[in-house]
């Protein structure tokens, strides 16, 4: 069982920056990929970006790209995304989930999800 926790979300001004932070525990270990997805009322889940866990490498959703950084931590089990030059149309609530399986990093086929937090973004 993986359990992952969101924080760092909040309301930030139209260009401002915000970081969110995606804490992992239990059997966490070398996931396929660590991904970020967002939601916004009446609309579905969507895919942000996430990073593949043993290439250590990073993708991104054309609307973000450019804007938006993931990171990680090993040593604290923690993934980052860093979100500048905020726009209104990126608020929503914004998930971490873990994937153990292997095709599909970019759409929602994840294995654990987080509770997700706010991110409000004003003009």
């Known amino acids: 069982q993986v359990q992952l926790v969101e924080s760092g979300g909040g309301l930030v001004q139209a260009g401002g920056s915000l970081r969110v932070t995606c804490a992992a525990s239990?059997?966490?270990?070398?996931?396929?990929?660590m991904g970020w997805f967002r939601q916004a009322p009446g609309k579905e889940r969507e895919f942000v970006g996430a990073?593949?866990?043993?290439?250590?490498?990073?993708y991104y959703a054309d609307s973000v790209k450019g804007r938006f950084t993931i990171s990680r931590d090993n040593a604290k089990n923690t993934v980052y995304l860093q979100m500048n030059s905020l726009k209104p149309e990126d608020t929503a609530v914004y998930y971490c989930?873990?994937?153990?399986?292997?095709?599909?990093?970019?759409?929602?086929?994840?294995?654990?999800w987080g509770q997700g937090t706010q991110v409000t973004v004003s003009s």
């Open positions: 989930a873990a994937k153990y399986s292997g095709l599909g990093l970019t759409t929602t086929r994840y294995d654990y």
């Open positions: 239990g059997l966490f270990f070398s996931p396929t990929a």
């Open positions: 990073i593949h866990w043993n290439l250590d490498r990073t």
